[in-house]
């Protein structure tokens, strides 16, 4: 159901596809190094200051014997998982998230710093361009755009109701995307991922010199790093609904798709 | 039948694929030369962080109401040492902050030299490495005033802080480069919220580096040393945490 606008038989451009799998290498990484740097202060707190002694609106309690998260007042066990863990050696490890989730696998705050902001500035430079290039490149007009025909809550309501049938393909015949890929590309791309790189940034003691504002506008720097949890979290949340629809679509052809540019005319979308 | 076989011969081989992504990660992780790669991103950061601004910005000053419950220590909470111990106990009258190295006029302030002096009061954020962040009220001597006593040598490039306290055996220093030391909010702080620093705070005297994390905020200070390199001090990485654990000089971010 496209209506191909360019010429090129491609379903993805190059750029496209390289941007797509350095992302996601990128984001991979900065999920795994981030949760190490989490682990060395596992609470959370709203507003300009946050420590041991100051009320945590989220925190991860450890122990040998037992593991917990603790939200607000509700606590949930998660021995085995969170807080308290086995090791690829058999022993118990207290620190919140386990080896499997984090790199390095050992706690290392100095180490998952450096992997951290190494890897930040390439998904931020290639952010930064996939960005810029789709504005200029009409992508964002072209395909992105939310007509308000588009807007009217009957077509939105068609769109789920297809996405709960497993119908992913169906854009209505005038765009490339449906409705509610417009809601999680612009979602992600264009409010997540930015947001993560902000909020990163309003956690630099040297950023709160250069630029105070940015700390402010998400409301202290603890705040910041509550919302930069909180996204990372959303960002994982994308990426299961990714690979769910992805294997419900077509994981090889899908995949395949991604890597070599696929055909135009293969409309399905994960 | 055959199709769980399947499907478990996919979920091994991801889990596999998965271990071995992580244990190559490791193993990348401890390789020096990956290390110094993933390093370079502290020289971005240095270079991007003091372009923005006009290089003397002033970290977010807060008001009295601000302030943290609790201003949480973390490191080092007590020297411990007997000379510590014995200057604590006399309120550390004795105490004597020993500027040395590539200074014109090398010099020593006692503690009541640096209370006559100029003082200036600042309430801050502290940000920890770790992600924890505590607002304090700290009162100081600029560090520029000791300097313009002293006067650095032309060869001077950064100023090494020396500790009372060790960790693991090791003093405990760091070192901050020439714009930081003469920044207006760069203090060597006696007080905190309007009291003598506590001893877990890092009485008597405690270096204030604003626009970085708390790892580079000396506690104990009894010298600080004007050097033309790092190499020479520790293990010549410029601190304590850089020399064991592998911290970034540069701790903007």
Redesign the interface.
Known sequence: MIKSQNNTAKRHKLTTRLWHWVNALCLLVLVMSGLTIFNAHPRLYWGEYGASDDYAWAAVGSSQTLGYVRLGEIKIETTGFIGNWRDSNGQIQTWAFPGWATIPSYYSLAEGRRWHFFFAWIFSVGLAFFMIRSMFNRHVQKDLHISRVEWRPSNILRDVKNHLRLRFHDSGGVNIYNILQKFSYIGVIFILLPLMIFTGLAMSPAMDANWPWLTDIFGGRQSARSIHFIGMSLLVLFFIVHMITLLLVGPFKQTWAMITGGKREDSDHA | MRKILTRRTLITTGALG??SL??G??AL??NQTF?N??????D??FLV?RA??DRM????E?SIK?L???F?ANGTRDPGTPDYAASAAQGFADWQLRLTGLFKRPQNFSLAALLSMPQRTQIT?H?????????GQWTGVPLKLLLDLAQLQDSAKFLVFHCADRLGGRPYYESIDLLDAFHPQTIMAHRLNGESVPIENGAPLRLRV????GYKHAKYVTGIEAVATLDNIGEGKGGY?EDV????WY???
């Open positions: 998965a271990g992580l244990s990660c490791d992780s401890r290390q790669i993933l390093g370079s991103a502290e971005a950061n962080q923005l601004g910005e002033l970290a977010s807060y601000d943290s419950p609790k949480r954020r940000d920890c490495v770790e992600g924890w962040s505590a607002i604003e626009r970085q994390l945490w654990g592998n911290y970034e701790a903007g971010i």
